[in-house]
C-alpha cells in the first residue's frame, strides 16, 4: 500500500550540482505532476505528464527537465542547483486527469 | 499573478465552534475546485471538491461553497475538532483536457481545545 514513494526525504546541494528527485507510484496512475512548495507561495505546477512519454510544463518549469518512460516513475532533474531551488518538493499521481491528486510525502531540498 | 489567493494566512478557532477558510480565484475559466489538508512533513491530503455546475458540497463535517459571479469559495468545518489543526490549501483547474491544479497559498488553522 505504497502510494506514492519520494526519494531522497532531504538533499543538500552546493551551488551547480546536480541531482534527480525520484517518484514512483504503484497505483497504475496516468497523471503524475511535482510541484514545489515556498513560504507564502504554496505549491507551484512543476512540470506533469499524461502518460508515460509525454510530459509538459507547468508554472515554473526553469531549471527542471523532466521524463516519463514508465507509468511508475518520474523522475525530476536538477540540471545545475542555484540557491533559489531551495523548496520542498512534491510529486503527485492521479487516475485521470481531473482526479483526485494523491502527494508523496515530499523533498526537502537546501541548495547553498 | 496568484491566480487563485488564500489572503488569510491563519486562523483559530475554539474546538465545537465553526471553521471557515476562504479562498479567491480570478481566472473565469477555471470550473473544478478542491481543498486539501497538509500536517507537517506530509504531502497534501485530499479533502473534498465542487465542480462549477455546483454551488456546495458537503462530506460529513465538511461543506464547500462556491459563488461564482464573485469568484469566491470556502470550507466549512463543523464542529471543528483539535485534529483538524492543519495547513488548507485550495485548488483549481480549467478544463477537462488539463490535469494542472493551481494552488492557493494555504491557510493554516489552528483548533484550540
Known amino acids: 500500500n505504497a502510494g506514492v514513494t519520494q526519494t531522497p526525504k532531504f538533499q543538500v546541494l552546493k551551488t551547480g550540482q546536480s541531482m534527480t528527485l525520484q517518484c514512483a507510484q504503484d497505483m497504475n496512475h496516468e497523471y503524475m505532476s511535482w510541484y514545489r512548495q515556498d513560504p507564502g507561495m504554496g505549491l507551484r505546477l512543476i512540470h506533469y505528464?499524461?502518460?508515460?512519454?509525454?510530459?509538459d510544463q507547468g508554472e515554473v518549469p526553469n531549471g527542471y527537465n523532466v521524463s516519463r518512460s514508465t507509468t511508475e516513475d518520474f523522475p525530476l532533474r536538477l540540471l545545475s542547483a542555484a540557491p533559489s531551488q531551495t523548496s520542498v518538493y512534491f510529486c503527485?499521481?492521479?487516475?485521470?486527469?481531473?482526479?483526485?491528486?494523491?502527494f508523496g510525502a515530499g523533498t526537502r531540498l537546501s541548495v547553498l | 499573478d496568484q491566480q487563485v489567493k488564500q489572503n488569510s494566512p491563519s486562523l483559530s478557532v475554539q474546538e465545537g465552534r465553526i471553521s471557515i477558510l476562504n479562498c479567491d480565484y480570478t481566472?473565469?475559466?477555471?470550473?473544478?475546485f478542491l481543498w486539501y489538508k497538509k500536517y507537517p512533513a506530509e504531502g497534501p491530503t485530499f479533502l473534498i471538491s465542487?465542480?462549477?455546475?455546483?454551488d456546495k458540497n458537503e462530506d460529513g463535517r465538511f461543506t464547500v461553497f462556491l459563488n461564482k459571479s464573485a469568484k469566491h469559495l470556502s470550507l466549512h468545518i463543523v464542529p471543528s475538532q483539535p485534529g483538524d489543526s492543519a495547513v488548507y490549501f485550495c485548488?483549481?483547474?480549467?478544463?477537462?483536457?488539463?490535469?494542472?491544479?493551481?494552488f492557493g497559498q494555504g491557510t493554516t488553522l489552528q483548533v484550540k481545545p
Open positions: 505528464s499524461v502518460g508515460a512519454g509525454i510530459t
Open positions: 465542487i465542480s462549477s455546475i455546483k
Open positions: 481566472n473565469s475559466m477555471f470550473d473544478y
Open positions: 503527485a499521481s492521479s487516475y485521470e486527469r481531473r482526479g483526485i491528486q494523491y
Open positions: 485548488a483549481a483547474s480549467a478544463g477537462s483536457n488539463t490535469g494542472k491544479l493551481i
